[in-house]
């Protein structure tokens, strides 16, 4: 097979990765049909292996700030374009490394929203505790104590994660702030300086997770 051929086949595969993830792949082998099938899977293992191209991973950079609400990065000059109104509720959303949604696509970003997560398990307790009393003239009789020591057990757990990740997000939060008042502040004097601060930033990021993203 020609090069050209392969290197087409490895950068669908690498778009494929980063918009869809490792599901669906039918439109990509009927587009590629001449490949054989170990060949393909092959590459797909192959990509998976390989660092994001920097396009792919500049791109999920930014699907991240959109869904994260993190600040978009700064100009030369320090300045910031406005934040966006519909942009949603960052302490909702846990943050991955940028390689990971380029390698992951859709499935990185569906897991993300952890609150809502923690919402539908509460909803779960609840309807336990309907489940176990019975409204009768206006009063809650308990008609199934085991069931409702379950649910109250099962509520106190899951109130006592939400608060513990909740506070683990605002510290990522303020750090992500603290990193980048100063990098905005060095930009200002020194643009090359900040250049090279957000590019070491971004590498720890990709490397890591969880950590300050300053938009390199």
């Not at 293992?45 to 999920?60: D, G, H, I, N, Q």
């Not at 702030?177 to 900040?194: K, Q």
Request: proline share 9%; glycine share 6%.
């Amino acid at each position: 097979m020609a090069r050209e051929n392969r290197a087409e086949v490895l950068r669908a595969i690498a778009d494929h990765l980063a918009t869809q993830g490792p599901v669906g792949w039918e439109a990509v082998q009927a587009r590629f049909s001449d490949v054989p099938q170990t060949t393909f899977w092959r590459w797909v293992r192959e990509v998976k292996a390989s660092p994001p191209p920097p396009k792919l991973l500049e791109a999920a950079c930014e699907r991240l700030h959109r869904i994260s609400c993190i600040r978009p990065p700064p100009a030369a000059s320090g300045e910031r374009p406005p934040p966006s109104a519909d942009t949603p509720n960052p302490g909702r959303y846990i943050p991955v490394p940028p390689a990971t949604v380029a390698r992951n696509g859709d499935m990185a970003v569906a897991g993300m929203n952890f609150l809502a997560e923690l919402d539908g398990l509460l909803n779960d307790a609840k309807a336990l505790r309907d489940w176990s009393v019975r409204c009768e003239g206006g009063m809650e009789r308990v008609v199934n104590p085991r069931m409702l020591d379950r649910a109250i057990g099962r509520r106190l757990e899951l109130l006592t994660t939400t608060m513990a990740v909740t506070k683990d997000l605002w510290d990522l939060r303020r750090m992500e702030a603290f990193y980048s008042s100063i990098v905005e502040e060095v930009a200002a004097e020194a643009p090359d300086c900040a250049r090279r601060i957000q590019q070491r930033l971004a590498d720890l990021d990709a490397k890591m997770g969880m950590t300050c993203s300053t938009g390199a």
